[in-house]
Nanobody, 118 residues
Framework: QVRLVDSGGGLVQAGGSLRLSCAAS????????IGWYRRAPGKQRELVAA???????NYSDSVKGRFTILRGNVKNTVYLQMNSLKVEDTAVYYC????????????WGQGTQVTVAS
Protein backbone atom coordinates (compact mmCIF):
# COMPACT_ATOMS: atom_id res chain seq x y z
CA GLN A 1 0.00 0.00 0.00
CA VAL A 2 1.04 3.55 -0.71
CA ARG A 3 -0.21 6.60 1.15
CA LEU A 4 -0.07 10.02 -0.47
CA VAL A 5 -0.45 13.36 1.23
CA ASP A 6 -0.70 16.33 -1.07
CA SER A 7 -0.56 19.93 0.00
CA GLY A 8 0.40 23.44 -1.06
CA GLY A 9 -2.75 24.71 -2.69
CA GLY A 10 -4.22 28.11 -2.06
CA LEU A 11 -5.46 31.35 -3.55
CA VAL A 12 -3.14 33.22 -5.88
CA GLN A 13 -3.46 36.06 -8.37
CA ALA A 14 -3.15 35.33 -12.06
CA GLY A 15 0.49 35.34 -13.06
CA GLY A 16 1.56 34.12 -9.65
CA SER A 17 3.15 30.87 -8.54
CA LEU A 18 2.43 27.98 -6.23
CA ARG A 19 4.28 24.80 -5.36
CA LEU A 20 2.34 21.66 -4.60
CA SER A 21 3.89 18.84 -2.61
CA CYS A 22 3.15 15.12 -2.66
CA ALA A 23 4.63 13.03 0.13
CA ALA A 24 4.52 9.28 -0.37
CA SER A 25 4.87 6.59 2.27
CA UNK A 26 4.42 2.85 2.43
CA UNK A 27 5.66 0.48 -0.29
CA UNK A 28 7.51 3.18 -2.19
CA UNK A 29 9.57 0.72 -4.20
CA UNK A 30 6.41 -0.41 -5.98
CA UNK A 31 5.79 3.03 -7.52
CA UNK A 32 6.50 3.44 -11.22
CA UNK A 33 5.00 6.85 -11.92
CA ILE A 34 3.89 9.78 -9.82
CA GLY A 35 1.64 12.32 -11.41
CA TRP A 36 -0.52 15.30 -10.71
CA TYR A 37 -4.09 15.41 -11.93
CA ARG A 38 -6.65 18.13 -11.62
CA ARG A 39 -10.39 18.43 -11.76
CA ALA A 40 -12.00 21.76 -12.47
CA PRO A 41 -15.69 22.40 -11.76
CA GLY A 42 -17.82 20.83 -14.45
CA LYS A 43 -14.85 19.20 -16.16
CA GLN A 44 -13.31 15.77 -16.21
CA ARG A 45 -10.15 14.95 -14.36
CA GLU A 46 -7.06 15.50 -16.48
CA LEU A 47 -3.41 14.61 -16.18
CA VAL A 48 -1.29 17.69 -15.63
CA ALA A 49 2.21 16.27 -15.27
CA ALA A 50 3.93 13.01 -14.42
CA UNK A 51 7.40 11.78 -13.56
CA UNK A 52 8.54 8.20 -13.98
CA UNK A 53 10.97 6.23 -11.86
CA UNK A 54 13.62 6.77 -14.56
CA UNK A 55 13.17 10.54 -14.26
CA UNK A 56 11.34 11.09 -17.53
CA UNK A 57 8.52 13.62 -17.42
CA ASN A 58 5.49 14.53 -19.46
CA TYR A 59 3.10 17.43 -19.34
CA SER A 60 -0.27 18.35 -20.70
CA ASP A 61 -0.10 20.91 -23.50
CA SER A 62 -2.00 23.40 -21.36
CA VAL A 63 0.78 23.63 -18.77
CA LYS A 64 3.95 23.06 -20.80
CA GLY A 65 6.48 25.77 -20.15
CA ARG A 66 4.67 26.93 -17.02
CA PHE A 67 4.60 23.88 -14.71
CA THR A 68 7.48 21.68 -13.65
CA ILE A 69 7.26 18.33 -11.88
CA LEU A 70 10.32 17.40 -9.89
CA ARG A 71 11.54 15.15 -7.14
CA GLY A 72 12.47 16.83 -3.92
CA ASN A 73 15.56 16.49 -1.80
CA VAL A 74 13.28 15.09 0.87
CA LYS A 75 12.93 11.43 0.08
CA ASN A 76 9.69 10.28 -1.46
CA THR A 77 8.44 13.79 -2.16
CA VAL A 78 7.40 15.10 -5.56
CA TYR A 79 6.63 18.72 -6.26
CA LEU A 80 4.62 20.51 -8.88
CA GLN A 81 6.00 23.98 -9.41
CA MET A 82 3.34 26.11 -11.05
CA ASN A 83 4.33 29.45 -12.53
CA SER A 84 2.44 32.00 -14.60
CA LEU A 85 -0.83 30.69 -13.24
CA LYS A 86 -4.00 31.37 -15.15
CA VAL A 87 -7.61 31.55 -14.03
CA GLU A 88 -8.23 28.35 -15.97
CA ASP A 89 -5.74 26.52 -13.77
CA THR A 90 -8.27 26.72 -10.94
CA ALA A 91 -9.07 23.17 -9.85
CA VAL A 92 -8.58 20.57 -7.18
CA TYR A 93 -5.19 18.99 -7.74
CA TYR A 94 -4.57 15.36 -6.84
CA CYS A 95 -1.33 13.48 -6.50
CA UNK A 96 -1.38 10.00 -8.02
CA UNK A 97 1.04 7.09 -7.72
CA UNK A 98 0.87 4.15 -10.08
CA UNK A 99 2.56 0.88 -9.24
CA UNK A 100 4.63 -1.23 -11.59
CA UNK A 101 3.39 -4.13 -13.63
CA UNK A 102 0.57 -5.03 -15.95
CA UNK A 103 -1.97 -5.11 -13.15
CA UNK A 104 -1.02 -1.82 -11.59
CA UNK A 105 -2.63 -0.08 -8.66
CA UNK A 106 -3.47 3.59 -8.49
CA UNK A 107 -3.18 5.53 -5.26
CA TRP A 108 -4.50 9.03 -4.67
CA GLY A 109 -3.89 11.91 -2.38
CA GLN A 110 -6.78 13.73 -0.77
CA GLY A 111 -6.55 16.70 -3.13
CA THR A 112 -5.59 20.31 -2.66
CA GLN A 113 -7.53 23.29 -3.96
CA VAL A 114 -5.83 25.79 -6.25
CA THR A 115 -7.74 28.97 -6.98
CA VAL A 116 -6.37 31.56 -9.38
CA ALA A 117 -8.04 34.95 -9.20
CA SER A 118 -8.11 37.40 -12.09
Amino acid sequence: QVRLVDSGGGLVQAGGSLRLSCAASGTIASINVIGWYRRAPGKQRELVAAISSDGSTNYSDSVKGRFTILRGNVKNTVYLQMNSLKVEDTAVYYCNARSRGTYYDDYWGQGTQVTVAS
